[in-house]
């Protein structure tokens, strides 16, 4: 135990300068969910270039279930990672350390059971996001080729997802690096060069999985001792108490990303009724809008660890400032991104389609998003409170508001009150965590997550014993 208290992965979250110490474990972070976003809009370039709006409609639809899974695996990871930020917090090492082996086991069996789902049901899905017949063969090609990979997505993410609980942000963002040249390489090559057209891309895509993954995995195994890994079979037992935690932190996690991604793929299927112009000018603002709100998203992963490292470590004020200035922060993100979707938004949507219909369409569209982006920034900061103290109930209120109530009811009311057509689902997005945002500010007003730990009340009381 001597020697695994000298040698550590990671950062202490409770001492240091808030902003500062914010900063410096939440720019790594930034950076990875940037790379990331990057050699996905790469896809989006490559297709969108070669292939043309059915390219880029094709891997927007087939992508959807990757979508789909991506967050399901985050919320895995985010669980792990809280649990995980709160045992370091409190010095629970071997506790950490049980957790760490669960965690990589449960994310196996679930990704493998999503792949083998999507492969059976790949043509039904297509049909219920009305995919448009032009672009089917592309669509179910990118589907079906990407859902492979799903096993690494869930890989890299479970082991970031320690990595970050542990304070430790940089390692993340090397893995995607790798992932992204693999990505970007393959892209240039299969799409452009071979002219395998969605398919290409969704190969490209794969690779690139499986080289993040295999990155992240060589850094545990060769710091296993610093980590608590072991790569033997009783390793990856599952431990009752940690899996009840993590099952418990990633439900409502997982329910909200499901409500929202179904609210996501309701909202696409109905734009693509509209015909190939609205979807790609849906599918190409989904892409503009998630790679600007990479960099608020990014603080808000680093907000949540730092909370639960400080309710662990009993610091409810240092908690406080790191949601205020997660706040601060993600508005000016959002204000600069405001300006660019007024002032340049064709030369943004030119980056990735040369249809001047949906070039024209895509002005609309960013103009819309700017509500958006303000809504997300404010929702996401102090709900990294909820996440990072382990309020579960909450957010199961949280995944129903946002994922169901928000988005397609205020999407309903746009189209039948204000008889808005298509632009009644953009609308319905910007207007999607408004609710959302005032359940969480009230929480945080509230200072009842002062008391909340995900510890358990036998943990509470030992603590309480060597204090006395």
Not at 306 to 329: D, H, S, Y
Request: net charge positive; glycine share 8%; with cysteine.
């Amino acid at each position: 135990m001597e020697a695994t208290a000298k040698k550590k992965v990671g950062a202490d979250l409770t001492a240091g300068p808030v902003f500062q110490t914010l900063m410096v474990f939440a720019v790594p972070i930034i950076l990875t969910n940037l790379i990331q976003q990057l050699y996905s809009l790469v896809d989006l370039m490559v297709v969108g270039q070669f292939v043309g709006s059915t390219g880029t409609v094709g891997v927007s639809t087939g992508g959807e279930i990757s979508d789909f899974m991506t967050p399901l695996a985050t919320a895995f990871a985010m669980s792990g990672q809280v649990y995980i930020a709160q045992l370091t917090g409190v010095g629970e090492h071997e506790k950490a350390k049980r957790t760490i082996g669960t965690l990589l086991t449960i994310m196996f069996i679930a990704s493998a059971c999503f792949a083998v789902l999507t492969l059976v049901f790949c043509n039904q899905i297509l049909g219920l996001l009305n995919c448009p017949e032009e672009a089917w063969s592309q669509a179910r090609a990118y589907m079906v080729i990407t859902v492979l990979g799903m096993p690494f997505i869930f890989g890299y993410n479970g082991v970031c997802g320690v990595l970050r609980g542990m304070g430790e942000s940089k390692k993340p963002m090397y893995f995607i690096i790798v992932a992204a040249v693999v990505n970007i390489v393959f892209d240039i090559v299969l799409v452009a060069i071979f002219r395998l057209e969605a398919a290409g891309t969704a190969i490209a895509t794969v690779f690139s999985q499986f080289g993040s993954f295999l990155a992240a995995f060589i850094f545990m195994y060769r710091h296993k001792e610093e980590m608590g890994f072991e790569l033997k079979l009783s390793y990856f037992k599952i431990d009752k108490e940690a899996a009840k935690k993590i099952i418990l932190l990633a439900v409502p996690q997982m329910v909200r990303s499901t409500l929202v991604r179904f609210s996501m793929l309701w909202v696409n299927a109905n734009v693509n009724e509209y015909g190939l112009v609205a979807a790609a000018t849906n599918s190409v603002g989904n892409k503009i809008q998630k790679f600007m709100e990479v960099f608020m998203q990014g603080v808000e992963s680093a907000a949540a660890s730092m909370v639960g490292q400080n309710l662990g470590a009993k610091k409810p004020e240092r908690a406080k400032k790191a949601i205020l200035c997660t706040w601060g922060f993600c508005m000016v993100v959002a204000a600069i991104s405001s300006l660019m979707f007024l002032l340049i938004p064709r030369q943004l949507y030119r980056l990735f389609t040369t249809d001047q219909e949906v070039i024209e369409f895509g002005v609309t569209y960013l103009s819309i998003m700017v509500m958006t982006i303000f809504v997300n920034g404010t929702t996401g900061a102090f709900q990294s409170m909820v996440t990072g103290s382990g309020f579960v109930s909450l957010g199961f209120l949280l995944g129903i508001v946002d994922g169901v109530i928000s988005r397609i009811g205020f999407s309903l009311l746009f189209l039948h009150v204000f008889h808005q057509g298509v632009e009644s689902y953009f609308w319905g997005t910007a207007f999607s965590r408004t609710l959302t945002g005032v359940v969480v500010i009230a929480y945080f007003l509230s200072g009842k997550w002062k008391t909340r730990k995900l510890l358990t009340d036998s943990d509470e009381k030992k603590k309480a014993g060597k204090n006395q």
